[in-house]
């Protein structure tokens, strides 16, 4: 019975109901003024099948998070300060949020997380990767097969 009143609806269902309350506006916060940003490092790897990805290197404040942005104000020469552009895990801010923000650009780090932040200089140069076994003996297997056919 209750199943054939749903659905057999009549107009008086259909009354205007009043438009909800809008909902509260979150409040955004603003970047910190100091005027730092965030640059994306143009350092590029071939993977496998001959593609290029950009490197990826590890935050310094959440060092299980991949990140190709650092802060050249933060920066030292090459030694670069490398920081997550994104909010994570349900946070509601950046690691460049807090860094900046929260710790004052490393002056204002609290006591109870205890390291202080070292920042390591890029390679001098970056040189080919050493071949595999497995690529030697396809070369000496190869040149064999040339010297066999002569």
């Known amino acids: 019975m209750l199943h054939k009143q749903l659905l057999q609806p009549k107009d008086e269902g259909f009354l205007a109901a009043p438009p909800p309350p809008p909902s509260p506006a979150r409040k955004r916060r603003r970047p910190a003024s100091s005027g730092h940003t965030l640059v994306q490092f143009d350092d590029w790897v071939t993977v496998r099948g001959g593609i290029q990805k950009r490197r990826q290197r590890s935050c310094k404040l959440k060092t299980s998070f991949q990140t190709t942005y650092y802060s050249p104000d933060c920066s030292n020469g090459d030694a670069k300060f490398y ?26 780090i609290p006591a109870h997380l205890g390291k202080r932040v070292v920042l390591r200089r890029a390679p001098k140069a970056v040189g080919d990767r050493k071949k595999t076994r497995w690529e030697i003996l396809r070369e000496d297997n190869g040149s064999a097969a040339d010297e066999a056919e002569s």
């Open 83 to 108: 920081l997550c552009g994104k909010a994570r895990r349900g946070g509601d801010k950046t690691c460049f949020q807090v860094w900046h923000e929260d710790f004052a650009c490393g002056d204002k």
